[in-house]
Every structure is written in structure tokens, then in C-alpha cells.
């Protein structure tokens, strides 16, 4: 199973911006997502890539403002113009490749990072 190990989460200010890298052990031809949990709420996906050929799907609440990217055996998410309903801690994850054209849900993910803080707060 592939390990994933995120980072570049902290505290901003809203309106910042943070992005987030998720280093995978290995190269693997799966599709790739970034979850969020907030304290008291369930874990929820907010943006997916499936790769080659390259979609990308996005929770309505962070369209137009992260952007999901990946390069090899990186998954990164750039999120711009923060919010305090931003403030979660953020997950890597990888899902299967019969999960097609949607968000997965948390109990379709396959392997999960140990999540990294983000904190929007003046």
C-alpha cells in the first residue's frame, strides 16, 4: 500500500494562501484526493484529480479559489484566498480508478496521510 506524507499546512491570515504538497512512496497509477476535517464535523473531500487523462473535481465551497495539481509522485493543493471555514486539518488520500466523475467518499479511499493543519484566522 502506498505511504503518503503531507506538509506546508500553518497559519494564515484570511485572504492568504497555503499550498500543500503530498509525497507518495511510490508512483502509482490511481486518482488522488485532498479531504478536510474541521473539529466536531465529519472528513470530507474537497478536491480530486484522476490522471492521465487529467480531471479535476472540486466541493463547491473551494471552486474558483484551490487548485489540484499533481507531478509524478506529488500531489499538491494551492489554496488561495483563505477563509476561516477553511481551518481544518487537510488529507492526502488515493481512491480507486473505477470512482469516476464525482468526489469520493472517505470510505472509498484507499490509503490515507497522516493530515497536515490549516489554520485561517486573523
Known amino acids: 500500500q502506498v505511504q503518503l506524507v503531507e506538509c506546508g499546512g500553518g497559519s494564515v491570515p484570511p485572504g492568504g494562501f497555503l499550498r500543500l504538497t503530498c509525497a507518495m512512496s511510490?508512483?502509482?497509477?490511481?486518482?488522488m484526493a485532498w479531504f478536510r476535517q474541521a473539529p466536531g464535523q465529519e472528513r470530507e473531500a474537497v478536491a480530486a484529480l484522476a490522471y492521465d487523462p487529467d480531471y479535476t473535481y472540486y466541493a463547491s465551497s473551494v471552486r474558483d479559489r484551490f487548485t489540484i495539481s499533481r507531478d509524478n509522485a506529488k500531489l499538491f493543493l494551492q489554496m488561495n484566498s483563505l477563509r476561516p471555514e477553511d481551518t481544518a486539518i487537510y488529507y492526502c488520500a488515493t481512491y480507486p480508478q473505477s470512482i469516476q466523475a464525482r468526489l469520493p467518499d472517505f470510505y472509498e479511499i484507499d490509503s490515507w496521510g497522516q493530515g497536515t493543519q490549516v489554520t485561517v484566522s486573523s
Open positions: 511510490e508512483y502509482a497509477n490511481t486518482r
